[in-house]
């Protein structure tokens, strides 16, 4: 496998920043074909096990699939949605992207010591994520050094070395960044966020401060508890589901399953989302046979097509019409609700002209979506990203609660809160601790248990992390997991941040951009997998992970470890401790590294509702966590009740010749983990630079169906020009005025400073952007091919998509 050149060769920054073309698939060949109006079961499965064969190969398929989200096997790594119970479960538990997603991991491809040598850190920032993240499985611990070009192999001592020499050389521990990707185990956020807080910082940044941010804050300061308010038989039981800002068919494919339970049980669906996604509205299941032989199951009974951050709204207004019609549980208000009297005040005086300019909705659709509650006696409201990443997003979901504690829906069997988590174990690594500003009460335990105090000051959460490392302030940034440069706001803000540091420390199973844009020093230590084998001192071990609905199990992978150098999170996190810290406090990090039991016991001892946590999470099954408002309608807040939270409603004035464009997924990635060039559902095939628009938007923009155009943003509070270069147009149904695009390609527009109110998560539902004929931002803004903010581009001129009849 040889070079293909140097970055310049291909459209990249110079100095190894964001890619703007690919040069390992051809954009020319992307065609678009008709949008799917069901999720094809069926369809899924060819997928799936098509890359499963072709990356895996048949027996380790076979080892994999078959032991993935079972009682005795290992938890999938990719969404959060909820197992079932142990005698309940099909004998594929699993779904396309969740097959995907271990078929990246059990892939029997290597990323060898010889790779590094071949290729150096220039040639591979040449490079698409999708092309990295296909080279297959790191072998072997690596450092780029100061100067270098190349990455080359390192001992595991020498690193655990280095990196506590460097974290010990710092004048304070705020210096350092720690941040967690959401599949960390919760054996490791525990041992990680034990270590940052006896190093002696809270600097604990996460994925969630990027998407559920504004869940964790809104159902905190609403219900007293950010998670989940039901099980997951409350969705089977449900009268009407609301699925409101998200796409189950893509991002929680076994959600469907449920839906159709629900849906055989009587339940209705209404489903609120900008763009009308097929998992939204039809599925058929593989593992029935009316889903293969038969029409499947219709799942929306009534779709509302709402403008991105339409929601908050949407949600008064149907308060409102609950309160004009008193559909209302008053025996739920005067018991268990506190500031009930205002929030009516406030809705009853709703402009609905204003509604209906902020939502692109009619009074009649909105006064059906209302009637549908009214109707409704149990109601489980889900949501996901669609709602988190808005300015106003804090509010929005304090409406939805709003509405859901006007009719009781709190506390009862049916009904509830749910909001989807999209990384599989995001909600777990936030209850071990995994938080920049965490519960006194928290710190509190850690004092008790292990004899020190923590620091007590509130850390930097992912944004403020930026600036920190942008600014000087944060000089050595460690990420357990993810990849932080892609997935982060503000691409190129990031990027400049995260090479201004010293030492950049990554814990990694692939190649992402995020070894590429580094600290002066970087490490790249490869850790083994949810798949593999974890054997220690002291025997195999397992380890435990949280769903979106508190449930808590274990998990163990089949396979042994795509290397025999490779170390598991828990001993690199303990080791990097013990070589930093030594015995400081009478932490016993080796003993935690040699036996995970160790660090189980610390959990039972500090984290609230973990009592016997060692035997309880062993259970078929494990157990489900203690959550006052669903178990006993206990709300733990100011005033002990579910509290109402009057928001002041903010049309949104997007200026002439401007959309609002949201960021998201394509059916064929997860998170930044790009797994293929098909978005099959929106008739996507073969590349992603595409950008969904209205017929009339086009029209009235002076556009036609498959122009190529940048999109150009600027953010009110800075002069700095954000551009996302070569997109095709594509003609979509999709709510006027608004556009849509993949991330993490259009990161780089999202500003770093431009976030939600309260929880600090960037608004990447909700970016204000103009549209300009390709090549003009290289031509006004660029200079040609000169640097502009530190970044060289050069660009080659793609032909015209092939349009599918």
Not at 179 to 202: C, D, I, K, P, W
Request: hydrophobic share 35%; glycine share 8%.
């Amino acid at each position: 496998m040889g070079s293909n050149g140097s970055a310049r060769d291909h459209g990249v920054t110079g100095d190894g920043g964001v890619v703007d073309h690919h040069p390992d698939y051809d954009e020319a060949d992307l065609r678009v074909g008709k949008p799917k109006t069901k999720a094809a079961g069926a369809t899924a499965v060819a997928v799936s096990m098509n890359r499963s064969l072709r990356q895996m190969g048949l027996v380790r398929t076979g080892e994999t699939l078959l032991e993935l989200n079972k009682a005795e096997g290992f938890d999938c790594m990719s969404c959060a949605w909820p197992d079932p119970d142990p005698g309940h479960r099909h004998p594929a538990e699993f779904c396309e992207n969740g097959a995907k997603a271990v078929a990246e991991e059990a892939t029997t491809a290597r990323v060898t010591p010889e790779f590094f040598a071949q290729y150096s850190i220039e040639d591979l920032a040449s490079h698409s994520d999708y092309w990295l993240g296909k080279q297959g499985r790191i072998t072997h611990p690596m450092i780029k050094r100061a100067g270098a070009a190349h990455y080359e192999p390192i001992e595991w001592a020498e690193a655990y070395r280095l990196i506590g020499a460097e974290l010990n050389s710092l004048d304070s521990p705020d210096e350092a960044i720690f941040y967690t990707s959401g599949r960390a185990s919760n054996e490791a956020a525990f041992a990680y966020q034990l270590f940052v807080r006896a190093f002696g910082t809270n600097n604990l940044p996460d994925c969630s401060n990027m998407c559920h941010e504004s869940t964790s804050i809104a159902l905190a300061e609403s219900i007293g508890i950010g998670k989940a308010s039901v099980v997951l038989d409350d969705v089977h039981d449900a009268e009407l589901i609301v699925l409101q800002g998200h796409n189950p068919g893509t991002n929680h494919p076994r959600m469907l399953t449920h839906l159709e339970t629900a849906k055989r049980n009587g339940a209705k669906i209404l489903s609120i989302n900008p763009l009308k996604e097929a998992g939204l509205l039809h599925f058929q299941n593989p593992q029935t046979p009316s889903g293969v032989l038969g029409r499947g199951t219709d799942l929306s009974d009534f779709h509302l097509q709402i403008r991105p951050r339409g929601d908050l709204a949407l949600m008064q207004a149907i308060g409102s019409l609950l309160v004009e019609w008193d559909a209302l549980d008053h025996e739920f208000l005067d018991e268990y609700t506190h500031g009930f009297a205002q929030w009516k005040d406030h809705v009853q005086r709703v402009d609905w002209d204003d509604v209906l300019q902020e939502t692109g909705l009619t009074r009649a659709e909105i006064t059906k979506a209302a009637r549908m509650l009214a109707d409704s006696k149990k109601t489980v409201f889900c949501w996901a990203m669609g709602l988190t990443q808005h300015r106003n997003a804090v509010a929005i979901i304090k409406e939805v609660c709003n509405v859901a504690f006007a009719q009781g829906n709190i506390g009862k069997p049916g009904a509830g809160l749910l909001p989807l988590r999209g990384h599989s174990n995001v909600q777990g690594d936030r209850t071990m601790g995994i938080w920049e500003r965490p519960p006194q009460s928290f710190l509190d335990s850690l004092q008790e248990v292990f004899g020190f105090d923590p620091p007590r000051e509130n850390g930097h959460d992912t944004v403020d992390s930026i600036r920190a490392m942008r600014d000087g302030k944060a000089k050595f940034f460690m990420s357990l997991g993810g990849n932080f440069v892609d997935a982060a706001p503000d691409s190129r803000v990031t990027a400049a941040a995260m090479q201004n540091t010293r030492m950049s420390v990554q814990l990694s199973t692939k190649l992402n951009r995020s070894h590429l844009v580094t600290g002066e020093t970087a490490f790249i230590l490869p850790v083994k997998g949810r798949t593999e084998k974890d054997v220690q001192a002291s025997g195999p071990q397992y380890v435990s992970v949280e769903d979106s609905t508190c449930s808590v199990h274990a998990s163990r992978g089949p396979l042994e470890p795509a290397s025999p150098y490779l170390e598991s999170e828990t001993g690199i996190v303990t080791q990097i401790a013990h070589a930093t810290l030594g015995d400081r406090y009478g932490l016993d990090w080796l003993a935690m590294r040699d036996d995970y039991a160790v660090i189980r016991r610390y959990i039972a001892a500090v984290v609230p509702g973990c009592e016997g946590y060692e035997v309880n999470v062993r259970r078929p099954g494990g157990f489900i966590l203690p959550h006052p408002p669903r178990d006993e309608r206990r709300f733990e807040t100011q005033s002990s009740r579910a509290e109402f939270a009057v928001s002041p409603l903010e049309v949104m004035q997007v200026p002439e010749r401007h959309l609002l464009l949201q960021t998201l997924r394509s059916h064929d990635q997860f998170n930044t983990t790009i797994y293929g060039l098909s978005d099959r559902y929106r008739g996507i095939e073969g590349g992603r630079r595409v950008v969904f628009m209205h017929h009339d938007d086009i029209a009235a923009l002076g556009y036609d169906n498959g122009d190529m155009i940048d999109l150009i943003t600027k953010w009110d509070d800075d002069d700095h020009v954000r551009y996302a270069t070569d997109f095709r147009i594509v003609e979509y149904d999709i709510p006027r005025g608004t556009a849509a695009a993949y991330y993490p390609e259009t990161n780089p527009l999202v500003p770093l400073d431009s976030t939600a109110r309260g929880s600090n998560c960037p608004t990447s539902k909700s970016i204000v952007v103009r549209l300009e004929p390709a090549g003009t931002v290289r031509r006004e803004h660029l200079g040609g091919e000169q640097k502009a903010l530190g970044w060289d581009w050069t660009h080659k001129s793609d032909p015209q998509p092939h349009y599918l009849s």
